[in-house]
């Protein structure tokens, strides 16, 4: 806008995404954040988008670019096995399944970007604020052959820290769930049950140099 915003919901992001003006104005703004990391001396192992945008085809065909341009090897796989996730985790909720497979109807129809590395699968939307320490042991256990990203919101459970981010930025509802999420990655169970079923942590610097090989 006027003011140099992208005041745009979700939706409207992505039916507009594909006039030709809004896709200038997205990658000027994708542009300007790649140089901002790269700025503060941070070499970005992958790019992935807030809430999911690069689901729309215009923004994930410009995201490979831009991937391509700056030499950025991966980007996330949006496309979760919505239904494999619903039948052997945790029940999330019908908000959840249906929100999960919304967007993996709109990455499928998108399709996957070409030129840059990608997870074989991805984790955490169809259970987002819920990567709680039983989901964790039940993903371990029914987690499929290949590369997977698992998506999870931790943080500490700080409330003055909270109340200035959400004063500065919002709130979220995901914040009540992100020491929960925190305590699942330290679990001392959930540890032990990837170790037994042979499953290794990588980052995403290591699935790219992996790939590139």
Not at 90 to 118: C, D, E, I, K, Q
Not at 126 to 136: F, P, Q
Not at 145 to 163: I, L, Q
Request: with cysteine.
């Amino acid at each position: 806008d006027s003011s140099g915003h992208l005041a745009l919901s979700f939706h409207q992001l992505g039916h507009r995404s594909r006039k030709d003006d809004v896709i200038k104005a997205i990658e000027t703004e994708c542009h300007a954040q790649i140089e901002k990391v790269l700025d503060a001396g941070i070499c970005p192992t992958h790019l992935d988008s807030e809430k999911h945008h690069a689901v729309w085809s215009p923004i994930s065909k410009l995201a490979a670019k831009l991937a391509k341009e700056y030499g950025i090897p991966a980007m996330r796989n949006l496309q979760e096995p919505v239904a494999y996730a619903l039948r052997v985790l945790p029940w999330p909720g019908m908000g959840h399944a249906f929100r999960a497979a919304m967007l993996r109807t709109y990455a499928t129809l998108s399709g996957n970007p070409s030129g840059v590395a990608l997870p074989d699968l991805f984790f955490g939307q169809t259970h987002i604020g819920k990567m709680d320490e039983r989901l964790w042991l039940s993903l371990a256990e029914n987690l499929p052959e290949g590369t997977s990203e698992v998506m999870v919101h931790p943080g500490e459970e700080d409330a003055n820290e909270m109340k200035t981010i959400g004063e500065n930025f919002g709130r979220s509802w995901i914040d009540p769930a992100r020491p929960v999420e925190m305590n699942a990655l330290l679990s001392g169970k959930v540890k032990k049950k990837l170790e037994d079923g042979g499953i290794e942590l990588i980052s995403f610097a290591a699935f790219a140099d992996a790939t590139e090989q």
